[in-house]
């Protein structure tokens, strides 16, 4: 008879429950992670509403995890049992135009684990070698779940090329939004300016770094304006999917600036754009949703060195059996906290 395990099963948009599965059967050249910590995304949010992924129901959410390496295939060289790792969730074919340059999310055939296929939020969870990366042994382990979030951050960046002593206006305060105050400022962008509706997240960005926090009013324009003697920003981020903050975004940028797209809306959302304003202003556009195979490499060697504050992040904790409870909890987003479920 197979092995079981436990794993939080989304059976129907709105119910996620703990039921007993197999545990994954591994090809000769994939690896089987017995999961420690997974963190809750806003996309996981997304998928249990039935938003996002609703034709892969059911299955099992979660993509920011790490744990330890329980078994390997025959063919699998480079990976030892006992390993603390993380995992690139973004799985494509590896042979076409797209994942050759970088752009596995392009890829026609790319599937993630944990929004496509069974993933994190389980005893345990399979993935390719190719996409297992060992931990530093020196790392935190409750720390090292936020790897995967970090490195859709840093990509970010690198698209954005938001530059030392640009000005930037990031919209939202959810977990991920701070992450990105805290690159911005990492990344010497001044000042930093934070637009949100919740109290207590616009404290936190404070604390990671933001220059200015704004509750998002009917003069907010007007404020940033003051604050950029006039200009705008050079750079707008907006974090969280929301249409009302895209709108807003233009409107905030200084001529010559650029918008960047990370939060996810809707999938049949639409908000009107003043065309005409954009490119008289020419304001660029550039979009971010996840990381490749560099930004992890990246995001392991900027948490290990401590570039980042990261205890609020990793303070909220729920078990594997109290999942309803942890995505309940995770629900209030905006006040910039992290749930992490420990699964071991």
């Known amino acids: 008879m197979k092995e079981k395990m436990k794993a939080a099963v989304i059976t129907e948009p709105g119910r996620i429950v703990i039921k007993d599965i197999l545990i994954p059967e591994i090809g000769d050249n994939e690896v089987l992670i017995k999961v420690k910590y997974c963190g809750i995304c806003e996309t996981d949010l997304k998928i249990l509403k039935g938003e996002f992924s609703k034709e892969y129901l059911p299955f099992t959410p979660g993509h920011e995890f790490t744990g330890y390496v329980y078994k390997i295939g025959k063919g699998v060289e480079n990976i ?11 799985l494509g074919c590896g042979k076409c135009y797209f994942c050759k ?3 596995v999310l392009m890829c026609k055939t790319c599937k993630q684990i944990g929004i496509h296929k069974n993933g994190g939020f389980a005893e345990y969870v399979k993935a390719p070698e190719n996409k297992v990366y060992v931990l530093p042994k020196n790392m935190d382990e409750i720390e090292a779940v936020l790897i995967e979030p970090f490195a859709n951050v840093i990509r970010t960046a690198k698209k954005a090329k938001y530059f030392p002593g640009g000005s930037i206006v990031i919209l939202g305060t959810s977990a991920i939004a701070l992450m990105h105050v805290q690159m911005t400022k990492a990344s010497a962008a001044t000042p930093i300016i934070v637009i949100g509706d ?3 997240g616009l404290q936190e960005a404070k604390r990671c770094g933001a220059d200015y926090v704004l509750k998002n009013s009917a003069d907010v324009i007007t404020k940033v304006f003051d604050i950029t003697e006039g200009l705008g920003a050079d750079f707008v981020l907006e974090a969280e999917g ?4 895209y709108q807003l975004s233009f409107s905030l940028a200084r001529p010559g600036g650029k918008v960047i797209g990370f939060g996810l809306t809707g999938i049949e959302e639409e908000t009107p754009l003043q065309l005409f304003d954009i490119v008289l202003r020419e304001i660029g556009f550039v979009s971010s949703v996840s990381a490749d195979d560099y930004d992890m490499t990246d995001a392991i060697n900027l948490i290990n060195s401590q570039r980042f504050q990261l205890e609020y992040f990793t303070d909220c904790r729920y078990s594997l059996e109290n ?4 995505f309940k909890c995770a629900k209030n987003v905006n006040n910039g906290q992290k749930v992490i479920v420990s699964i071991i």
């Open 242 to 245: 929301k249409t009302d903050n």
């Open 323 to 326: 999942i309803t409870e942890a």
């Open 80 to 90: 030892k049992t006992g390993q603390y790792v993380t995992v690139d969730v973004n």
């Open 101 to 103: 340059n970088g752009q």
């Open 198 to 200: 919740d109290e207590t």
